[in-house]
């Protein structure tokens, strides 16, 4: 089939790749010249294990292009829109800017029959707004909601746990479900859930996805509070609690938080939309959630600070790594970046490293020292700060390797990633979050 995605960031740039190597002939577009050219030239413009391949295959097969020109479009049967949906500046709101912009470009390129398929997280609400335009021009409005985690973002677009279409009432909405269907033939021919609703469903169900998750984690991080002041273990009460299948324990892993391109800002957004709709009060524990997860960083700070004896003035502090979690090189509201960022701030003489962000975390924190070795980026250090579990902290560095770099011994473990016994054993203080 012939596909448009119209916005080639995170979500788009994957889709496009993806929907070309299950067979589709698609082009990919966007405002952005110098993200089109790299890749037109098979370039990832960021780092997604499994997209290098997928982009490469997919232009050398001919079935995958890339441009800014908008008109390009004209001819799809599917417009993808994949733009992003930040937050506004100084408010907790999404901003529609550039899915309206997505939008209102392609209207004068779309043909009787074509199906318009958002998938940018938006306000509940939003689909309904712009079902009309997208009429007007003899097309059908589709929204259809993407859940990818990065990391895994190639593989939950060719294979996602389930598919949600949120379409309009009657034989045109039918239509465009099948349509949708014959898109993600190979996921629907396994058997993957395929979820047909109305618009505001379908918008709601990404939204309370995602809200779900940042509780989880924020009530799991609320419990490590309590662990704090009572000598309790979080991680083996997540264990414990997370052997019940109703609770689970995935996404119970307590530290310093979450980040990234959308739990933080959709948790907010939702909460703001919640109240424009005058039920502020049904989601008022998504602050809750919010103001938890931004103090565990304050946690972190303060244990490197009791770590090293009351200060961190001149003190080397190595901070294992920046990325807003590992296999990503995506640095947006990095929990992990925001702790070297605050221990810079209170004298402390950072280094950071990390296997894939450290470009990014460049672009916004100039004022951190860098170092890609992580031997080099721990020598002479008096503690090390463990942010973003990747395998080259967690798994592969062993105290007793270590010890042989560091100036101190004190290991502050803001992920609970580490052996603590084996740190201790080896003669660390080791401080982990919600641990005695
Ligand atoms: C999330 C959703 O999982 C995905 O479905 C949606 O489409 C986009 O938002 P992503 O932002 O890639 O995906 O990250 P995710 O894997 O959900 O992790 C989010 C953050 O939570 C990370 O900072 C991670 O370190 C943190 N986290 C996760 C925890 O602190 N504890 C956990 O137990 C799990």
Redesign the pocket.
């Known amino acids: 089939m012939r596909l448009s995605v119209i916005g080639c960031g995170y979500l788009g740039a994957v889709h496009a790749a993806a929907m070309a190597s299950i067979g589709h002939e698609v082009v990919g577009i966007d405002v952005d010249a110098r993200k089109i050219d790299a890749l037109s030239k098979g370039d990832a413009p960021f780092f997604e294990p499994g997209l290098q391949e997928i982009l490469t295959d997919g232009i050398r097969s001919g079935r995958l292009s890339f441009t800014t020109d908008i008109s390009a479009a004209a001819g799809a049967k599917v417009h993808f829109i994949g733009v992003g949906t930040p937050q506004q500046v100084g408010a907790h709101a999404a901003d529609l800017t550039y899915v309206n912009a997505a939008v209102d470009s392609l209207l004068p390129h779309l043909s009787d029959g074509d199906i318009v398929a958002g998938k940018s997280t938006v306000p509940v609400g939003t689909a309904a707004e712009l079902a009309d335009r997208v009429a007007a021009s003899g097309a059908t409005l589709v929204w259809n909601p993407?859940?990818?985690?990065?990391?895994w973002a190639v593989q939950d677009t060719i294979d996602p746990d389930r598919l949600v279409a949120g379409v309009p009432a009657g034989a045109e909405g039918e239509r465009a479900a099948e349509v949708l269907r014959e898109v993600y033939h190979p996921a629907v021919a396994k058997g993957t859930p395929f979820i047909v609703t109305d618009y505001a469903t379908a918008e709601l169900v990404k939204v309370a996805?995602?809200a779900f998750?940042a509780t989880k984690?924020s009530f799991i991080n609320a419990m490590a509070e309590i662990a704090e002041v009572t000598g309790a273990d979080v991680t083996q009460l997540a264990d414990a609690i997370g052997h019940d299948a109703r609770i689970g324990r995935r996404?119970?892993?307590a530290?310093i938080?979450?980040?990234?391109?959308?739990?933080p800002k959709d948790i907010r957004a939702f909460a703001a939309r919640a109240e424009e709709l005058g039920r502020g009060e049904s989601v008022g524990f998504l602050r809750e959630v919010d103001a938890i997860n931004l103090r565990r960083r304050d946690r972190a700070v303060q244990l490197v600070i009791e770590a090293l004896g009351g200060s961190v003035v001149d003190k080397k502090v190595a901070v294992l790594g920046a990325a807003?979690?590992p296999h990503s090189d995506d640095v947006r509201d990095s929990?992990a970046l925001d702790v070297a960022v605050r221990l810079n701030g209170l004298g402390a003489k950072v280094v950071v490293t990390d296997p894939q962000a450290i470009e990014n975390a460049r672009r916004v924190h100039p004022q951190l020292n860098y170092l890609t070795e992580r031997d080099e980026a721990i020598r002479d250090a008096d503690a090390i700060v463990l942010v973003t579990e990747w395998d080259e902290y967690r798994r592969e560095l062993s105290p007793d390797h270590a010890s042989t770099l560091t100036a101190g011994r004190a290991v502050v473990d803001g992920r609970n990633g580490l052996d603590a016994a084996a740190w201790r054993a080896a003669g660390w203080a080791y401080y982990g979050m919600g641990r005695p």
């Open positions: 993407e859940f990818l985690r990065e990391g996805a995602n998750l984690i996404f119970l892993g530290g938080g979450f980040g990234g391109g959308c739990l807003f979690k929990p």
